[in-house]
């Protein structure tokens, strides 16, 4: 077995509000725990992380994704026979075979959203690694959720600490049916989990807002079109430029966010091109607010 590597790795923030690429690592030999380290220190501070030119297999991309705890299985697909490589692992691609779709979220567009907040538990973090990218489209944008909740007037803060919003299950980001359920016509009566609107991060302890997805939420307790404003306000101001970066794919790109306080989105591509990659996500706890953190703050 290789012996893991040792030094330290050179972050480089994008510029904009989120995101930084990490070079001088080769994430298919071991990493120290040093450099792990290092590399967990420089997710929580920029949320999203970029590793260029790697060569990773489905082993070498779990092995480095378990560094940051147990990881989910898969979540369940789209009405479609997709069969994934390990348990662990979900193929993301439009591409087909034999007339098969062989991932999930096809070519069409991601709305934003928070991956599986419609469960009581959330990933803490999504590892994404590209193997096939259409000549162009296919973008992935994130944005920083600490930035939209600092940047909330005084007002519209008060309005939604202590307030808890239902994330829809029933479909996925691409505004797919789930396998199993049947279509939303009230977003009073959507399943899924319910979650604080404002989220501290158990790790920065900072404060940050928890939307997940936009379709069929519902924030519990108000009637339905208190509550549609008040979504449609925050999802207004959560969605600006200045709070986003876009990543353009390169093969060899491993791409890792944190799903507690960064959300994403996806632009659309020609079906007629083919784009694959693999995807593993770090199991995560229950989000929560801690009102110390106003407390610490006052
Ligand atoms: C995801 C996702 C976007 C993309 O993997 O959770 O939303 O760019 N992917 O494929
Ligand atoms: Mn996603």
């Not at 904009?16 to 120290?32: E, R």
């Not at 999203?48 to 994704?65: I, M, S």
């Not at 008060?158 to 029933?170: A, E, P, V």
């Not at 959507?190 to 997940?212: D, E, K, W, Y």
Request: with cysteine; glycine share 6%.
């Amino acid at each position: 077995m290789d012996t893991p590597q040792k030094g330290n790795i050179t972050v480089i923030p994008t510029g904009a509000a989120l995101a930084a690429d990490v070079v001088g690592i080769d994430l298919s030999k071991p990493v120290s725990q040093e450099i792990f380290k290092q590399i967990e220190d420089a997710w929580h501070t920029h949320l999203v992380l970029r590793f260029r030119n790697q060569q990773l297999d489905d082993d070498a991309l779990l092995a480095f994704a378990r560094l940051f705890g147990d990881l989910d299985q898969a979540p369940i697909h789209a009405g479609k026979d997709v069969v994934n490589p390990y348990p662990e692992i979900t193929v993301m691609s439009n591409i087909k075979v034999n007339g098969k779709a062989i991932g999930n979220l096809g070519h069409y567009e991601a709305e934003w959203h928070t991956d599986m907040s419609y469960n009581d538990t959330a990933p803490i973090g999504s590892l994404l690694y590209s193997l096939e990218v259409p000549p162009e489209g296919g973008n992935t944008g994130f944005s920083n959720m600490y930035a939209a909740y600092d940047t909330l007037p005084a007002a519209v803060k008060k309005q939604i600490l202590g307030r808890f919003c239902r994330h829809d299950s029933s479909r996925n980001s691409a505004g797919e049916l789930r396998k199993g359920y049947t279509d939303v016509t009230d977003p009073r009566d959507a399943p899924g989990a319910i979650h604080p609107l404002v989220r501290t991060h158990p790790r920065s302890h900072r404060n940050c807002l928890f939307l997940g997805r936009r379709r069929n939420a519902y924030i519990i307790g108000l009637p339905l079109d208190e509550s549609e404003d008040l979504l449609n306000q925050l999802w207004a101001h959560a969605t600006q430029k200045k709070f986003e970066w876009y990543q353009v794919w390169k093969v060899g790109d491993l791409l890792m966010w944190d799903n507690r306080c960064a959300m994403h989105r996806r632009d659309a591509f020609d079906p007629e091109s083919r784009r694959l990659m693999h995807r593993t996500q770090i199991k995560g706890d229950r989000p929560f607010f801690d009102p110390k953190t106003l407390d610490a703050r006052a």
